[in-house]
């Protein structure tokens, strides 16, 4: 089955950074597209960047010159980094893939921007 690990959350200063790693197994890693959301305490959960199998990328507007997603179909492993965080950066954050469907999410990582 389907399984999304996130890792690499925590407390950092505002200007800080972060990376953070998911191991997916479960599926074909390498054929499908990759993508990170996030969810803020009382917000809807919403895409922050996404990457296709051939490491085309796309970012939300906020993140934009900030985060970086990238993947290693070798290692099954995505990958955001995070700098200049703000503290509206603060949500948790989620893996996540589509396959036949419907979409599959990981347990999230707690990331918190505050001096």
């Known amino acids: 089955q389907v399984q999304l690990v996130e890792s690499g959350g925590g407390l950092v200063q505002p200007g800080g950074s972060l990376r953070l790693s998911c191991l997916a197994s479960?599926?074909?890693?390498?054929?499908?597209?990759m993508g990170w959301y996030r969810q803020a305490p009382g917000k809807q959960r919403e895409l922050v960047a996404r990457i296709s199998p051939s490491s085309f990328t796309n970012y939300a507007d906020s993140v934009k010159g900030r985060f970086t997603i990238s993947r290693d179909n070798a290692k099954n492993m995505v990958y955001l980094q995070m700098n200049s965080l703000k503290p509206e950066d603060t949500a948790v954050y989620y893996c996540n893939t589509f396959r036949g469907g419907r979409p599959y999410w990981g347990q999230g990582t707690q990331v918190t921007v505050s001096s």
């Open positions: 479960g599926f074909t890693f390498s054929s499908y597209y």
